[in-house]
C-alpha cells in the first residue's frame, strides 16, 4: 500500500501483507498476530486466505494507543511525589493507642 492510496479504496477486509504494511511489520509477524487472537481475523475464499476487517485493525491500534499511554502513565507513577499526590498534605496514619482502662 502506498501513501497515494486511500483507506476506502482497499474495500472493507484487508489481506495480511496490506495489514503487515499498514503496521509496518512483516507479513510472518502479522501471521502470528492473527494466529495468537491478538488480531482478529477470518478466513476466506476458496484458498482460506485470512482476512482483517479494516474497523477491526483500526481498532487494535487504537487500543494499542491506549495500552502505550497506560504504560506511560504507570511508569511516570514510579517517580510521581507523594505530596503531590495528596494535594500538598503529608498523610500520615494514626499510631494506635493503647486501650484505655
Known amino acids: 500500500m502506498t ?46 486466505a485470512w482476512r482483517v476487517e479494516r474497523r477491526v485493525l483500526e481498532s487494535y491500534i487504537e487500543a494499542k494507543y491506549e495500552e502505550a499511554r497506560r504504560l506511560s502513565l504507570w511508569e511516570q ?4 511525589n507523594i505530596t503531590e499526590l495528596s494535594g500538598g498534605q503529608i498523610i500520615r496514619p494514626e499510631t494506635e493507642r493503647p486501650p484505655r482502662d
Open 3 to 48: 501513501d497515494s492510496v486511500s483507506p476506502d479504496s482497499l474495500g472493507r477486509f484487508l489481506t495480511l501483507t496490506d495489514t503487515a504494511e499498514i503496521l509496518s511489520i512483516s507479513a510472518a509477524d502479522a501471521l502470528d498476530l492473527v494466529r495468537t487472537g491478538e488480531l482478529p481475523a477470518i478466513r476466506v475464499g476458496s484458498a482460506h
Open 77 to 80: 507513577s514510579d517517580f510521581a
